[in-house]
């Protein structure tokens, strides 16, 4: 049997960033090129969201998500004071409204994300519990336009866990997973998928959780432009073969297997 001619997907990249300004277009060509099928732009917050939006109309190969990133979430409540990051803290904005917007478009979109929590870059009380407020509010658009989530869950991966469960959500992708394998396991027994970066070429931790979770738990990314293959260089979504590649060999499966069941388990979660 020949190989399907876009074996690949990407279920995380933002293309709305600096380092791709005026190289969406061609990026999205050599993704198809690469053999990729669909990529999906993800949104962090009101400016990022409509530029997804707006660059998906352009390229049949790019899906829509729109979200509002953890940290961009609490930029009303943070301690500006105590930020100690070597970035500004997160612009205010009327993050109610955004939510609302995300509402009245959620029907034209694949995805509500990137949306999550992190406990990493932010550590005061009063912003993690508005975190937790916003990613509720966007759990619930989630299911009422039966869409669903991206999740950023840096050093959160058990609240967020523990969250959707109460929401009710079933459909998710937990992205750039860093937790613990055992609960790894657990996010995959309850339904919600995993998606593993390019990275995995030389990151031992996801090739541990590539051997672990089951396959049809599995979906492939890149959040492009980090978590590339190459250390430094600057990662795009045709670069998912070589994820697919690296998977495959941890899991000692021929890459074309696990090619075809990671596009499946898209078509499964995304219904494209
Ligand atoms: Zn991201």
Same mark, same amino acid.
């Given at each position: 049997?020949?190989?399907?001619?876009?074996?690949?997907?990407?279920?995380?990249?933002?293309?709305?960033?600096?380092?791709?300004?005026?190289?969406?277009?061609?990026?999205?060509?050599?993704?198809?090129?690469?053999?990729?099928?669909?990529?999906?732009?993800?949104?962090?917050?009101?400016?990022?969201?409509?530029?997804?939006?707006?660059?998906?109309?352009?390229?049949?190969?790019?899906?829509?998500?729109?979200?509002?990133?953890?940290?961009?979430?609490?930029?009303?409540?943070?301690?500006?004071?105590?930020?100690?990051?070597?970035?500004?803290?997160?612009?205010?904005?009327?993050?109610?409204?955004?939510?609302?917007?995300?509402?009245?478009?959620?029907?034209?979109?694949?995805?509500?994300?990137?949306?999550?929590?992190?406990?990493?870059?932010?550590?005061?009380?009063?912003?993690?519990?508005?975190?937790?407020?916003?990613?509720?509010?966007?759990?619930?658009?989630?299911?009422?336009?039966?869409?669903?989530?991206?999740?950023?869950?840096?050093? &959160?991966? +058990? !609240?967020?866990?523990?969250?959707?469960?109460?929401?009710? =959500?079933? #459909? $998710?992708? @937990?992205?750039?997973?860093? /937790?613990?394998?055992?609960?790894?396991?657990?996010?995959?027994?309850?339904?919600?998928?995993?998606?593993?970066p390019p990275v995995?070429?030389?990151?031992?931790?996801?090739?541990?959780?590539?051997?672990?979770?089951?396959?049809?738990?599995?979906?492939?990314?890149t959040d492009s432009p980090y978590m590339g293959p190459d250390?430094?260089e600057r990662n795009e979504p045709?670069n998912?073969?070589?994820?697919?590649?690296?998977? &495959?060999? +941890? !899991?000692?499966?021929?890459?074309?297997?696990?090619?075809? =069941?990671? #596009? $499946?388990? @898209?078509?499964?979660?995304? /219904?494209?």
């Amino acid at each position: 049997m020949l190989p399907p001619t876009s074996p690949y997907v990407d279920v995380h990249a933002h293309l709305i960033h600096p380092s791709f300004a005026g190289e969406e277009d061609a990026v999205a060509e050599r993704a198809r090129a690469a053999g990729l099928a669909f990529v999906i732009v993800n949104g962090l917050e009101p400016k990022s969201n409509r530029a997804v939006i707006e660059l998906c109309r352009r390229h049949d190969n790019l899906l829509p998500a729109v979200g509002i990133y953890p940290v961009d979430a609490c930029g009303a409540v943070i301690d500006r004071a105590a930020w100690d990051h070597p970035f500004d803290p997160p612009a205010v904005f009327d993050v109610d409204a955004e939510i609302d917007w995300i509402d009245s478009v959620a029907s034209e979109v694949v995805a509500i994300g990137e949306v999550g929590l992190d406990a990493y870059w932010v550590r005061d009380a009063a912003a993690l519990a508005e975190q937790e407020r916003v990613l509720r509010r966007l759990c619930k658009v989630a299911i009422k336009h039966d869409k669903p989530l991206i999740l950023h869950t840096r050093k &959160a991966e +058990a !609240r967020t866990f523990e969250l959707l469960q109460e929401e009710g =959500v079933e #459909r $998710a992708d @937990f992205h750039c997973y860093g /937790g613990k394998l055992k609960l790894a396991k657990r996010i995959a027994n309850a339904g919600y998928y995993l998606s593993i970066p390019p990275v995995v070429e030389r990151a031992e931790s996801f090739q541990r959780m590539a051997q672990e979770v089951p396959l049809e738990r599995l979906l492939t990314e890149t959040d492009s432009p980090y978590m590339g293959p190459d250390r430094g260089e600057r990662n795009e979504p045709a670069n998912v073969p070589r994820g697919v590649a690296a998977i &495959a060999k +941890a !899991r000692g499966e021929s890459a074309d297997h696990v090619a075809a =069941v990671l #596009r $499946a388990n @898209f078509r499964t979660l995304f /219904g494209q």
